[in-house]
């Protein structure tokens, strides 16, 4: 953030621009009723559908799974919550973990040392992933639609479910390729294979994809455009531009 700016975009009240799409996990929906409840109570609108990693997506680079502190701690004894995290930071950069509940109630468990849950969310804190205590359901579902209005209202973000790489089959690494481009996911990609047969032949005939897909129009189109056309800079050739050495 610049010193221009001020957080005040972000705090500001509800305004004409319209209201945050949340995606939640169909599980996530069923065992945490009162969430999706509140977040349509607080005007947000809420699709569920069974995600492959995390409990919602708030935009096409933030996902967020959502832990109890005790689901959390007993966690901490299989290895898989750490792999999926990375996964879906992989995929969603700025992917965070909500942690609900009391934190100080660490110290009351026998089987666990503190300092292991301490070291524990210091490495998922240095290796990308956020971490947001809340103290309740009802700060869970404040952050939430929040953090949604921010990504989308703020900074034009549409919420959208990407493919995680799964390469088992040749048909499985087309979807995942065609889905990593800009704002396009999982339905979309697949719309496009239906409709163009290979990955090159879609990408070819980029330019008739509004006529044939449902959804896609200029403004997707145009950045998976840029993408593919803007010539690559590395990050030392790019930190070397904005920052030109003097004699």
Known sequence: ??????????????????EPTIIMDSREASSAK????????????VKT???EKGDYILSDQCAVERKTVSDFVYTLTRRFLFEQLYRLRDVYPKSFIILEGY????????????QAIWGAMFNLAKNGIAIVNTASQKE????????????????KRNAIVHAFKKCDTLSD?????????PSIGREKATALLEAYQTPINALINIDDWEKTVHGLGPTITNRVKDLLNTPHQNKKETEEG???QTP
């Open 242 to 244: 904005q920052n030109p």
């Open 49 to 51: 559908e069974m995600l």
């Open 103 to 114: 934190m100080p109630i660490i110290y009351k468990y026998s089987n666990i040392q503190p």
């Open 34 to 45: 009162k969430i999706a409840t509140g977040l349509i109570e607080k005007g947000a609108q």
């Open 173 to 181: 690494a087309q979807i995942y390729f065609i889905a990593s481009l």
């Open 1 to 18: 953030m610049s010193k221009e700016q001020t957080l005040l975009p972000f705090v500001k009240e509800k305004n004409k621009d319209g």
């Open 140 to 155: 869970t579902i404040d952050f939430l639609y929040t953090a949604a209005r921010q990504e989308q209202i703020i900074e």
